[in-house]
């Protein structure tokens, strides 16, 4: 996100103190004895250890953030701030066990990071906070629980939960400004939207659950509004949309060995696979990246020319449940493990995988990419956001859970949260 690459050096700051200034040995005057006094002994300066555990946020849902002195109380800390243009922001300091809670309330404060001088005698560490900025905007009068959503034309495009209302279950939202529109399609009566993805032209795919026997289909709708319809052949429901760069979308089938997909000029065609997939999304060379539970939880990686793939085992046997695959920028491929709780970073080329470091009893939800490498977690059941960074993570404070996370092209990003369309940046 703008605001925060760069901002933050590492989660974990360790500042030591630097050496100490005094003037140096006198020389002796001429002809008198010298000797070499002993030795002193050498003492290693003294240290603070600060980490950071939650990011201030101001404007819609100003909440202050927090850091953590390790073994240091209140009474040993002296604590400045100040915001971009050299002006004093509050902080406030409170005993945690041994450590030290730095509370900074951004409200007021100018634009940018947060710097932060904090001392504890001659020891000495300069932290810089990043300050993110919360705008919210109302969708469908509040009302709106929102099930997915996916960057277009410089925001957002919002896809109800599949239970929601008719006015909701038949369009898409579009963010535009300070409002939330409709975008709407072709869809009346018990008919659902379950799906939508948006084409590297501009195009917008739809997957429309039909409870008559006519069944399921995919609906394009072009840049200049034009639409075309692709009957599904299943009244299944389809979900998990992505687009390759040849503008054809592909759909999971629910409980079906197969995938089925849509060229623009609506010619229709379907892709065999060996086991029923869970979730799917579009990598950055193509490629399609599939979800895999069962008795053989694993992460799929499929050539949609071909049907070729390699299948990447992970999890345990029976009981994983691997979710929300995510491409990063770096080439590797994030993942949720939905029983579990946890999130995992998947090496395509070596295979090897690894945790991303969450709190003691967080539960990754949602989860989305930012150009600058770090990775945005919703945790549902604590009602906070978790931003991963440099094998640490810190967290902003909802006090509900974030649904339809989503981070745009220009690193802001987005959610909805009771009702709200929330952006950060």
Sequence with gaps: ????????????????????????????????PTTTPPTAPTTAPASLTVRLETLAVTGALNVPGTLRVNGRGPADLTVTARDV?????????????????IGVTGTGAAPGPV?????????????????????????????????GAVPWQGGVLLRAVANAGADARHALMVSAGAAVTALSFPVSGLDTITGHAVAPDGSVWVAVRGVTAAGSELIRRAPDGTLTRVPAGTTETLSNLGVTPDGRVWAVVYGQA???????????????LGSVPDALTVGADGALLLTRRGDSPAVLRVDPASGAGRTYPVGTPGVSVPAAPTPAPDGTLLFTETRAGGAWRLDPRSGAQVALPLPAGARAGALAAAPDGSVWISDPSAGTLLRV?????????LGGAARALTVTPDGRVWFELGGQLITLD
Aim: hydrophobic share 45%; aromatic share 0%.
């Design 1 to 32: 996100m703008r605001s925060l690459t760069a901002l933050l050096t590492a989660p974990l700051l360790t500042a030591a103190l630097l050496a100490s200034c005094g003037a140096g040995p006198a020389t002796p005057a001429a002809g008198t």
């Design 85 to 101: 243009q050299g002006a004093p922001v509050s902080v406030t300091l409170n005993a945690s066990g041994t450590d030290t809670l």
């Design 115 to 147: 710097t932060l001088s904090v001392q504890a005698g001659a020891a000495r560490a300069s932290v810089t906070l990043p300050l993110l900025r919360a705008s919210a905007a109302p969708i469908m009068g509040g009302t709106y629980q929102a099930g």
């Design 258 to 272: 197969r995938l089925l997909s849509a060229a623009p000029d609506g010619t229709r065609g379907e892709l065999p």
């Design 389 to 397: 960074t440099d094998g640490a993570a810190a967290q902003v404070t």
